[in-house]
């Protein structure tokens, strides 16, 4: 093989290994609390479909559970990719907001919980792991999706987020749902930390 071809090859093997010593390492999140909320923008189709409806940017959203520098996310979502488990889960944070995943990601707080309501809802998300994710179950059927599971959460720890639903006009499924941005613009959600990529977060600095 020609040198130059050899070079080329060298540095085509060597791109992949690259991007992932480039990739950044998760927040080790100090500031945060067990309860807080992690949204993220994410990359997959799904993410592209929620943001075709949802004008605030961010496709997605979780729990924090654990502390700093091993936070683990609490959510629920349809699998994005061949194997991945379908429905509420727990994700280390390095998974959840991994490159291939997340474009940005903004940490908020449900400002009136106290710690045993924010461990109440921690409790309340985790007696549910594994319920499959259906946007609109129907009678006495299990499954939900990630916005829903937060605020049903936070009710059984005795805390109203207070956030807003929207009606989508979804074939064979309108009907009322609750996107990212109408829980993020909640009146008791207060910003604690952002990435500094999200081109969301300038509208709404922390209180």
Do not use: N
């Not at 999140?29 to 075709?52: C, H, N, P, Q, Y």
């Not at 639903?165 to 109408?182: D, K, N």
Request: charged share 20%; net charge neutral.
């Amino acid at each position: 093989m020609p040198r130059a071809a050899r070079g080329l090859a060298a540095l085509l093997l060597a791109l992949p290994l690259a991007a992932i010593a480039a990739a950044p390492a998760p927040p080790t999140g100090e500031t945060w609390l067990a309860g807080d909320l992690i949204f993220r923008e994410g990359t997959a189709l799904v993410s592209e479909a929620v943001r075709g409806v949802d004008p605030g940017g961010y496709s997605h959203v979780g729990l924090l559970d654990g502390a700093p520098g091993d936070w683990r996310v609490l959510h629920a979502e349809p699998a994005e990719t061949p194997g991945d488990p379908d429905g509420v889960r727990e994700d280390p944070l390095a998974f959840f907001l991994a490159p291939q995943r997340a474009r940005a990601w903004a940490v908020y707080r449900v400002e009136p919980a106290d710690p045993a309501q924010r461990a109440a809802a921690i409790a309340a998300i985790r007696a549910r792991l594994g319920e499959p994710f259906r946007l609109a179950p129907g009678p006495g059927e299990p499954g939900t999706y990630c916005t829903v599971l937060i605020t049903e959460a936070y009710a059984a720890a005795g805390v109203k987020i207070g956030a807003r639903s929207r009606h989508l006009g979804l074939p064979l499924i309108a009907g009322e749902y609750l996107l990212p941005s109408g829980l993020r613009e909640a009146p008791t959600m207060r910003r604690v930390e952002a990435s500094t990529v999200s081109p969301h977060e300038g509208r709404r600095a922390p209180r």
